[in-house]
């Protein structure tokens, strides 16, 4: 028992440097996560940096594997111009209107009418009398409408700010808290799971020396595969 514990203490060494690293990616990680965007079929635009003072806003990031843009850029008035790039294509639209509880008109880059309504606080209210809320809708991907030719109601929510998200999501991040916790609470307390297992809380408890073998080797990775879980998942 006294070698296993003198093990442990070796292992608890070696992990102190692990540590150090992993709390340095979490640092990094953590502005990297609520980095902000918006939501464009399900993938995410990355806010580009602008120069102090210019009110042009520039997205960037990859949808189904092709690298695109997309612009919002004010005119005078209410009005914004909307520019989507793509590797083969350039779709522009117009944007009369962008307040809350007050109208709008979406026009495309021939000047055809494409949608009109009332802009509120959780979306829009078209002139058709329907409701479409901002963080529930689903932009229609079939014909005439796709990637090239974006869902009008898609972009007036992004003109407007209501399709902003961050690039991490929150169940990942609860998930990869819950394991990191998991762990830490394993390097404290060597035999609180296997406790918790066998449902034996008191007295002396015989751990298996494979159990301790495989306990030492998943802190030694643990932190490793917490890391490449959390980059690989946003």
């Known amino acids: 028992m006294k070698l296993a514990d003198k093990s442990i203490k070796q292992v608890r060494y070696l992990l102190i440097p692990i540590f150090i690293l992993l709390s340095i990616f979490l640092y990094f990680y ?3 996560f609520f980095e902000t965007g918006v939501d464009y079929y399900g993938h995410y635009l990355s806010e580009m940096e602008k120069p102090t003072g210019e009110k042009e806003q ?3 990031g990859k949808v189904e594997n092709e690298n695109m843009t997309l612009k919002l850029i004010p005119l005078s008035g209410d009005d914004t111009f909307i520019e989507i790039t793509g590797e083969d294509f350039t779709s522009e639209y117009l944007l009369e209107g962008a307040h809350i509880d007050e109208s709008f008109r979406l026009f495309d880059g021939s000047n055809h009418l494409l949608l009109s309504g009332i802009l509120e606080n959780d979306g829009i209210i078209t002139d058709k009398g329907e409701t479409i809320n901002a963080f529930t809708y689903m932009p229609l991907a079939v014909e005439p409408y796709g990637i090239e030719k ?8 992004i003109a407007s700010g209501l399709r902003e998200r961050s690039r991490g999501t929150v169940p990942v991040l ?4 819950l394991i990191l916790v998991s762990l830490f609470i394993d390097i404290a307390f060597p035999d609180f ?5 066998n449902l034996k809380w008191r007295g002396a408890i015989e751990v298996p020396p494979l159990y301790r073998t495989m306990q ?3 802190w030694i990775l643990g932190p490793f595969l917490l890391m490449a879980f959390l980059y690989f998942s946003i």
């Open 150 to 157: 974006p869902d009008p109601v898609l972009m007036v929510l």
């Open 58 to 60: 520039s997205f960037e």
């Open 193 to 197: 799971f296997f406790r918790l297992k």
């Open 30 to 32: 953590m502005d990297y």
């Open 174 to 177: 609860f998930l990869g808290g």
């Open 216 to 218: 030492k080797l998943s």
